[in-house]
């Protein structure tokens, strides 16, 4: 597509219910980034993918995150046992990693009742 | 490893008046640096990327952002701010075929 893909753009979900969140970069941009944007606050790293390299997960806040990504294509965010501070907007960026211009989807906004 | 700092968390202009955002580094080799902007309801976008040359760099809507290598900084400015500016700014650094690493995020708001 002409840009990142996210989906869903919303999902309301129980606390303690598992969630799985999809983000579809450029074709042929080999980084890939996993943000979180709680209301009124900045961008908290969460994941960074590089190609075929190890992915930097320091940013996961628990051991109840945890993201693959397929090759240089599709991610996938997932969330287990959701609890109400996650709730957040959720964004994924690509870019070609030796330009570093990160491209931005429109995010999901996640929220725990 | 590198970190951004942006040292204003909310701004608040009236029209008219000029801006300079700040945003310092650190990470000692060879830096790409940008500048984000996050409109109400809309999603991040580039508002303007040095990598090398012209330390001057020009970006969309009359915004502009200098980078002084020997201060680690790349400050945003804009000589005269239009409502339609309030937004939230990001500031980020990438060092080649790294990972990008963004600022916290600066609040402008421009009053009418």
């Known amino acids: 597509g002409a840009g990142v893909s996210q989906s869903p753009s919303n999902k309301v979900t129980e606390k303690g219910k598992d969630v799985e969140l999809r983000c579809d970069p450029i074709s042929g941009h080999t980084a890939l980034y996993w943000y979180r944007q709680r209301l009124g606050q900045g961008l908290e790293f969460l994941i960074y993918?590089?190609?075929?390299?190890?992915?930097?997960k320091s940013g996961l806040p628990s051991d109840r995150f945890s993201a693959e990504r397929t090759g240089e294509s599709v991610s996938t965010l997932t969330i287990q046992r959701t609890q109400q501070e996650d709730s957040a907007v959720y964004l994924c960026?690509?870019?070609?990693?030796?330009?570093?211009?990160?491209?931005f989807g429109q995010g999901t906004r996640l929220t725990v009742v | 490893a590198q970190s951004v700092s942006q040292h204003n968390h909310h701004v608040i202009l009236s029209e008219a008046a000029s801006l300079e955002l700040g945003c310092n580094y650190s990470y000692g080799g060879t830096v790409n640096l940008f500048w984000y902007v996050q409109y109400p309801g809309q999603h991040l976008q580039l508002l303007l990327k040095?990598?090398?040359?012209?330390?001057l760099v020009k970006g969309i809507k009359g915004f502009e952002a200098e980078f002084i290598k020997s201060k680690f900084s790349f400050n945003l400015r804009k000589p005269s701010v239009q409502w339609s500016d309030t937004a939230e700014y990001f500031c980020a650094v990438n060092t080649n075929a790294g990972k990008s690493t963004f600022g916290d995020g600066t609040t402008l708001t421009v009053k009418p």
């Open positions: 960026a690509s870019s070609l990693a030796r330009f570093g211009e990160a491209f």
């Open positions: 040095y990598f090398s040359g012209d330390p």
């Open positions: 993918f590089q190609g075929n390299s190890a992915p930097d």
